[in-house]
């Protein structure tokens, strides 16, 4: 016979005066060990438990509900425990005729938020009566009865929140003091809220506590004579992908050539990225440069990785070093965005860019991206299979009903073949919560900034082989003293496992419709491109142009739709190439054109190719690109120009694919996110007319305007090296050419000695 079950709700308060919830604590059951039937009749009346160990977690009102069978239990939680206890216990009894019982388990915490007014004399004074308008407010966060101090055994975390701003905190555990200098303005109620967290994590086990503050309004007074009027722009308001912006500048910042190079001198090197100086203790550079996550990967790659080359140990350690870097520093959930997304610089930076009207803080932008319990705001994340990820990339699982979510097939260092039969099929988690920021038109656009092509060259004259009759690169001798040498004969040994520039190409293709030409390329023959994705594409960058004109105009008020209905076009144009390599080709890429930037910017290059000191570089590698280009008479656009197309390309792109584009309406997203993006799309749109002679801003009012603004830039840059070797421009023969063309157009193939042959 079935035994039937009991529901008991446990409620979890705080033992102060109000009795608080405690949210999201967790709870648990388990046989009560070790108990006479005497004793557990005198635990508690007949109340209501389960067979096995359950658990539940409370919800916003500290209840719990789990589903028992009669027996002696006990209930546990965890939540806000002192340095003298493991847990919080409670025996009770399930009875056979319990239906729904109620158990309550009280934890000592004694939460209190205290409110002082501070005068414009900076004395706190009691809060009695209503509050000056504009008068800085001191918050008093208590723990304990008065009678002892609490010692947690977990960290405490306490935050004061006002409609306005976060509190500033100034004091450690039993007793915390924060301070708001915020001005509030105008009569009526000031709800002030504090959270009491367990440990940080914001979903953790929590106390909310409110209080009301009566605020008088200010005084008014009588203004004569002539009175100044200043009009400014309109004002917006914040929309909840404001947050996916700020991660993604984070993600494309962390994998900078600058933070790169810091990274490997310090790995390769031994050099204190803060001091320049070498270090002195063995081991000291892993704790200088890594976090938990990083130093894991780096090492089980090392562990892992191997070249079957003699005298290649130091170019193994710069590519597993790289590939570290890369894997730790691309996605969504690094550990610096994991445990502190955003700082009060980043939502100054997004008040600015946007342009709100009022104060835009930390905690608004936090609960925008993870949601805010007291307000119940959900957040852009969301949940799937109980893991949060973006809100496109839900879409996407949400086409999968009946395909269930797994780890990655070899997790860690666990055993090989551990869990291979139920783990072969499945949407990849890491893949779906923690996706990989990266765009590969970065290396579409540093490849035609003749990066590659530069490394190439070096390469073969390592080799002794000679690019040309008359070698620029005859002279260039590396003696074997110098750490370079080593470096590149590592290098040219893993050339067979490096992706070839056919592979790269048709990729290019496959992604954006976008295509090199040269010698080494040959005449593709490519499966699928995105033939208008290009043309969609500089539609979207005109269109901003327009907005940016209409924006300044504090007369008018810019619209958005055109833009939302540009990114709606982008955004599922985009998405049709996310397929079959778009998964890890991108980021190889990017790690074998890291390795490329960082053999360049070796001091010793500055002695083998004539660079040019006086002209100064963002970056160290660019100068011997440039020079490389001189030598051998390719493109004189500067790469820095092709550096800046790649970068803030990169971020443009990464918006329109990892944007919730196809569920949006309303036209403020597309506005903040052209107000946000302002300077790299501007960025983007004069160095595109820097290497490729097309202004992307100018009004199409000629078909011929239309036709070469939505030609491939390959084509435009073919063109301008024919120009610059003194053959002329190239015109093309005469054609009817719609305003918006309807694929990719044709061009013919040419001889380009500037490309090096593989």
């Not at 780096?298 to 597993?320: G, I, M």
Request: proline share 6%; glycine share 6%; with cysteine.
């Amino acid at each position: 016979m079935k035994e039937t079950l009991v529901r008991v709700i446990v409620t979890v308060t705080d033992h102060g005066d109000p009795s608080l919830p405690v949210r999201n604590a967790r709870v648990w059951v388990r046989p009560a060990a070790g108990r006479t039937q005497a004793r557990a009749a005198k635990a508690s009346p007949p109340e209501c438990v389960a067979e096995e160990p359950v658990s539940a977690r409370t919800d916003d009102t500290g209840q719990a509900l789990l589903q028992l069978k009669p027996g002696d239990w006990q209930i546990a939680t965890d939540a806000f425990r002192q340095q003298d206890e493991k847990e919080y216990v409670k025996d009770i009894r399930v009875s056979e005729t319990c239906t729904d019982q109620r158990v309550s388990l009280e934890i000592p915490v004694y939460f209190k938020l205290g409110i002082s007014v501070c005068g414009r004399d900076n004395k706190p004074g009691t809060c009695q009566g209503p509050v000056p308008a504009g008068a800085p407010l001191l918050f008093e966060v208590r723990t304990g009865d008065g009678s002892r101090a609490i010692r947690f055994a977990d960290p405490v975390v306490a935050e004061v929140f006002s409609p306005w701003d976060r509190a500033i905190p100034l004091g450690n555990p039993a007793e915390l003091r924060f301070v708001s200098y915020a001005g509030h303005s105008g009569a009526g109620n000031l709800e002030i809220t504090a959270i009491l967290r367990h440990g940080n994590d914001p979903e953790g086990a929590h106390i909310v506590t409110q209080e009301t503050v009566p605020v008088a309004p200010v005084p008014l007074t009588a203004v004569s004579g002539d009175v100044s009027v200043t009009m400014r722009r309109t004002a917006t308001i914040p929309t909840p992908d404001l947050p996916l912006w700020v991660v993604i500048r984070k993600s494309t910042e962390a994998l900078s050539f600058d933070r790169y190079l810091e990274y490997m001198n310090l790995v390769l090197c031994g050099v204190d990225p803060e001091t320049k100086q070498l270090l002195t203790r063995p081991g000291e550079w892993q704790n200088r440069v890594f976090g938990d996550r990083s130093k894991t990967v780096f090492e089980r790659l090392r562990q892992r990785r191997f070249l079957p080359y003699t005298d290649s140990d130091a170019y193994r350690v710069l590519k597993t070093a790289t590939e570290a870097f890369v894997l730790t520093n691309c996605g969504i959930k690094t550990d610096e965005l994991f445990r502190h997304p955003f700082t009060d610089a980043d939502a100054r930076d997004v008040a600015e860019r946007v342009g709100f009207d009022g104060t835009f803080t930390r905690r608004r932008l936090e609960s925008l991206w993870r949601g805010d319990p007291v307000s119940g705001e959900s957040g852009y994340l969301e949940k799937v299979n109980g893991a949060k990820t973006l809100v496109y990339l839900k879409l996407i699982a949400d086409k999968l009903p009946d395909v269930r979510i797994k780890r990655a097939l070899f997790d860690g260092d666990r055993d090989f073949w551990a869990g291979l039969p139920e783990g072969c099929f499945g949407i990849v988690e890491s893949k779906l919560t923690n996706p990989c920021l990266l765009e590969l038109i970065w290396s579409y656009w540093n490849e035609e900034g003749m990066l590659v092509q530069t490394m190439n060259a070096i390469s073969l004259r390592f080799q002794n082989r000679r690019i040309a009759e008359n070698d620029p690169l005859a002279n260039m001798e590396i003696d074997p003293l110098r750490p370079l040498n080593n470096l590149l004969w590592g290098y040219i040994q893993d050339e067979q496992h490096r992706l070839t520039l056919q592979r790269r190409s048709y990729e290019y293709e496959h992604h954006y419709g976008l295509r090199l030409e040269g010698r080494a390329v040959g005449e593709p023959r490519v499966a699928d491109t995105r033939s208008k994705l290009i043309e969609a594409f500089h539609n979207l960058l005109h269109l901003c142009s327009v907005f940016f004109r209409q924006d300044d105009d504090t007369t008018f008020k810019a619209d958005g739709f055109p833009l939302l209905n540009a990114l709606k076009e982008v955004h599922r144009i985009i998405a049709e190439g996310a397929h079959n390599q778009f998964g890890d080709l991108p980021s190889t890429a990017r790690i074998e054109m890291l390795m490329q930037q960082w053999l360049l910017a070796r001091p010793e290059f500055r002695e083998y190719l004539p660079t040019r000191l006086m002209v100064a570089y963002s970056e160290p590698w660019m100068d011997r690109v440039d020079a490389m280009k001189k030598l051998q008479g390719w493109t004189d656009s500067s790469i820095a120009d092709f550096h800046t197309l790649a970068t803030f390309g990169e971020q443009i792109l990464l918006t329109i694919r990892y944007g919730s584009w196809s569920e949006v309406n309303d036209r403020e997203h597309a506005s903040n996110w052209a107000r946000y993006w302002r300077s790299e799309i501007q960025g983007y749109i004069h160095s595109y007319r820097a290497v490729t002679s097309v202004d992307l801003t100018s009004e199409f009012t000629e078909t011929r305007l239309h036709r070469e603004a939505y030609l491939p830039p390959s084509v435009h840059l073919r063109r301008r090296l024919e120009a610059q070797r003194g053959g002329g421009p190239t015109a093309d023969p005469p054609q009817a050419a719609p305003v918006r063309r309807a694929g990719r157009v044709a061009t013919t193939r040419i001889r380009e000695s500037s490309r090096v042959v593989r």
